[in-house]
Structures are given as C-alpha cells and as structure tokens.
C-alpha cells in the first residue's frame, strides 16, 4: 500500500475500500492473501468486537520465516495459485 500501488492513499484508504465492499471484499483479500502463501487461516469469522464497537478490526502481523518453513510452505502455495487460476 502506498504510492505506486492500487492504494496510494496507504491503509486507511484500503480499508475504506474494504469497509464499503463488506463481507465479500474481505472474502475477496483472504483468498489473495492464501494464494500468496501470506495467509493460512481456513476460515475466517467476522463479529462484534466489544472494546471497539467494530465489525473486523486489521492487525498487521509479520512473521519472517525460516528458509526450513519457505521450503515447507511452496508446495501448499503453488497448488492453492494453481487451483484459484484454474476457477
């Protein structure tokens, strides 16, 4: 996100998008996030969130991998790429 990017305007702007698209956007992001290997959850659930009054809240989470865990994780994301380009 940033310039340069389909958000230039950074996060805030994807997340207006994201917001305004509701549940099928998000849909939209984890299943791009799961064919580039960056997000492996099989579901996701969206709720009222207490403290915050807010529907889905985004936390950005990175964990560098080892080249052990790279090595693992190729198979699964080819084949998810492949099957997602195929539909």
């Known amino acids: 996100m940033g310039v340069g990017t389909s958000f230039p305007g950074g996060f805030q702007e994807f ?27 099989g579901s996701i659930s969206f709720g009222l969130c207490p403290q915050s009054g807010k529907v889905v809240e985004y936390r950005e989470r990175i964990h560098c991998l080892t080249e052990q865990q790279r090595e693992n994780v190729q198979p699964r994301r080819r084949s998810m790429a492949s099957s997602i380009a195929q539909h």
């Open 15 to 41: 997340m207006q998008e994201i917001e305004s698209g509701g549940v099928g956007a998000m849909e939209m992001v984890s299943r791009d996030m799961k064919a580039l290997g960056m997000y492996l959850s």
